[in-house]
């Protein structure tokens, strides 16, 4: 477990850790994944309740998501960008997985992002939530998107010819993606109630189009369209707790 913890935290976020660690840990430790982002999670909300002291809920759940990208310097957002300029460029499948690879954001990537930011912002107005909840639901985010990243990871096939890092989850044991499932339901309801339940299996079912829908454009999926599907799953879970 702890190896997985800190190749996770090495490969998901800039918090330093000076030790080596196989790669391989990365799909082995999937198990754990749930359990990293809870963690990390637990991180963002802590600034959330100091700023929550002084200043309004909105200004604090903003400060939450900055801490967030500080701390993962935008990994999920950037591969969000990458992949709608991907494949909703209207290309082959060669140029679509050509285009993920560019560094460059072209205006599909840009207007993703300006959706998920105005959404994710706007969100907490329509949550109605306690106090204490706005705290969990910041904390349970990111587990709940790595608990979402673990359910592409089903016999997964990876969508380039040449290998990438996204190779590294393919093999993926899907007791272990079963077992990464756990911890978000728990927490959910626990945290939630039925809405909790309710707004994670939205997640679930949304994991199926999302892959259904990937799948139909490169025939697998890459990095960038796993990690891509890490923010999708945190405005799901959100629009879930809205019903």
Request: aromatic fraction near 12%.
């Amino acid at each position: 477990m702890i190896s997985s913890l800190i190749i996770f935290t090495q490969f998901f976020s800039r918090i330093p850790i000076h030790k080596e660690v196989d790669y391989h840990y990365l799909s082995k430790g999937i198990r754990w994944i749930s359990l990293f982002g809870l963690l990390l999670g637990g991180i963002s909300a802590g600034v959330f309740m100091l700023v929550r002291v002084f200043f309004p809920l909105p200004i604090a759940w903003v400060v939450a998501l900055i801490t967030d990208i500080l701390l993962t310097s935008g990994f999920h957002l950037d591969a969000l960008a990458d992949m709608a300029d991907g494949l909703f460029s209207s290309r082959t499948k060669e140029k679509m997985l050509e285009i993920m690879k560019d560094s460059r954001v072209g205006s599909n990537g840009v207007i993703a992002l300006i959706l998920y930011i105005v959404v994710y912002v706007m969100s907490i107005h329509y949550v109605a939530l306690s106090d204490w909840q706005y705290i969990a639901l910041v904390a349970v985010l990111s587990m709940i998107g790595k608990g979402a990243l673990a359910l592409q990871l089903v016999n997964m096939v990876y969508a380039r010819s040449q290998s990438g890092l996204g190779h590294v989850f393919c093999g993926t044991k899907t007791q272990d993606i079963m077992y990464a499932q756990i911890l978000p339901i728990c927490v959910s309801g626990a945290c939630f109630g039925w809405k909790g339940l309710l707004a994670y299996g939205l997640v679930c079912i949304s994991a199926l189009g999302y892959r259904k829908f990937v799948y139909s454009k490169i025939q697998g999926h890459t990095g960038d369209t796993l990690g891509a599907f890490v923010e999708i799953a945190h405005i799901v879970f959100m629009l879930g707790l809205m019903i």
